[in-house]
């Protein structure tokens, strides 16, 4: 049973455009973490929101948590050809293992 | 500070074969996770391990184990190698055990010919 859905699963845009992508549930998380992986490479952790609602930003980068804690959203601005990549978010519930989502990879074209 | 280190990073096996794959989580992390990734089924989860425990476990025959050391190392082994077993595996350490912030290592990539 796959508890996060993350769409799209394939996104390829060009250099400069905005971007969205999303990871929805029907559990609860108590926090929820979002990884980028290039080929190759283990994923790299880029955030960790926990609060419901809660926004952060990094850079051209911008996470938000979702009220009830169920979903997440990844909203990158004019992006770059560096952005390439596979973006995973991940679910923890407590003391059980972290729940991955299959991925959106995302490619962008310069 | 230094990161998550696996051991290979690339290995390549025949069918029938065992291998056991390293990792040194970051220093101070006690809790070790396994993941086997390949393309079609994306992350799968294989086993937690923290203080020399097994906490966790998914769904992988028996084949797959692991163990914890006490200076946080882990390794994990499969035997009976299958052509199936060709995928990356990755290992990420954490603080705590569960689910909290986990960082992973670069990966071994194991190709069973």
């Known amino acids: 049973t796959q508890l996060l859905e993350q769409s799209p699963q394939f996104l390829s845009i060009q250099e400069g455009e905005n971007l969205t992508v999303y990871c929805n549930s029907s559990?609860?998380?108590?926090?929820l973490q979002w990884y980028r992986q290039e080929p190759g490479e283990g994923p790299v952790l880029l955030v960790t929101?926990?609060?419901?609602?809660e926004v952060k930003k990094l850079k051209r980068l911008t996470f938000q948590f979702g009220d009830a804690r169920k979903d997440s959203s990844l909203h990158i601005t004019a992006a770059q050809p560096g952005d390439t990549g596979l973006y995973l978010c991940a679910g923890a519930q407590g003391a059980q293992k972290l729940v991955f989502g299959q991925g959106t990879r995302l490619t962008i074209n310069p | 500070k230094a990161g998550v280190t696996q051991t290979p990073r690339y290995l390549i096996k025949t069918r029938g074969q065992q291998v056991t794959l390293s990792c040194s989580p970051i220093?101070?992390?006690?809790?070790v996770s396994w993941y086997q990734q390949t393309p079609g089924q994306g992350l799968q989860f294989l086993f937690e391990y923290f203080s020399e425990t097994q906490r966790n476990k998914g769904n992988f025959p028996g084949r797959f184990s692991g163990r914890q050391f006490s200076n946080s190392r882990s390794e994990m082994n499969v035997s009976t190698l299958e052509l199936g077993d060709s995928a990356l595996y990755l290992c990420a350490s954490s603080l705590a055990p569960g689910g909290w912030e986990a960082f992973f290592g670069q990966g071994t990539r194991l190709t069973v010919v």
């Open positions: 929101v926990v609060t419901g609602g």
């Open positions: 220093s101070g992390h006690r809790s």
């Open positions: 559990s609860v998380f108590s926090s």
